[in-house]
């Protein structure tokens, strides 16, 4: 009986000071400034080699491509170009719900940006969003090429290289906009 009682007590010491830790991780985790974790997403995108631009088409199925976006702004906010006429826009027109998905191969972290698709057909916009290569793929820009802005919604981020981790319910470490 005695010995019975004894496993029973490390037993639950053991399993108390395994919720213990966790509970521990998970408050570090809470911790992260939001300023901090922004500076880490950063970090990725920039390093990032996979980029993916993720729609929703007409029957609700997400519909994923690899694209080179522009490097995010102060807030932020994403820009992307693409011609008028892809598939990518009659999904944006339909529904604006987009994610864009940055892979950091090497430092094993990604970040996933949810937000609101807008296109924009503004001339000093497009103008500021080219990349002179293109024309080969737009060669009348002012009918051929289009902008997608991206306003972030939410920001997830995972990163073994900056031991930002899932907590205990699996939820990943994300900034809200």
């Known amino acids: 009986m005695r010995i019975l009682f ?52 007409e ?19 994403i820009w992307l170009g693409t011609n008028p006429g892809s598939r990518k826009v009659k999904q944006i027109k339909n529904n604006p719900n987009v994610i864009v998905y940055y892979y950091d191969t090497k430092g094993l972290s990604y970040v996933s940006v949810s937000g609101q698709a807008r296109l924009v057909n503004d001339p000093d916009k ?11 793929y737009y060669p009348d820009p002012d009918k051929d090429y289009i902008l997608i802005e991206v306003i ?14 899932w907590d205990s319910t699996g939820k990943p470490a994300f900034v809200e906009f």
């Open 59 to 77: 029957n609700g199925k997400p519909q994923a491509r690899t694209m080179s976006p522009f490097p995010t702004e102060e807030n932020m906010v």
């Open 126 to 136: 497009k103008a500021h969003y080219w990349v002179e290569s293109w024309t080969r």
């Open 6 to 57: 004894f496993v029973f007590v490390i037993v639950f010491v053991l399993i108390s000071s395994l919720l213990t830790a966790q509970e521990l991780e998970d408050k570090m985790q809470q911790e992260i400034s939001r300023d901090s974790l922004l500076s880490v997403a950063r970090t990725i995108i920039d390093s990032a080699k996979c980029r993916i631009f993720i729609t929703v088409d």
């Open 152 to 165: 972030p919604k939410r920001l997830e981020i995972c990163s073994f290289k900056h031991k930002l981790f």
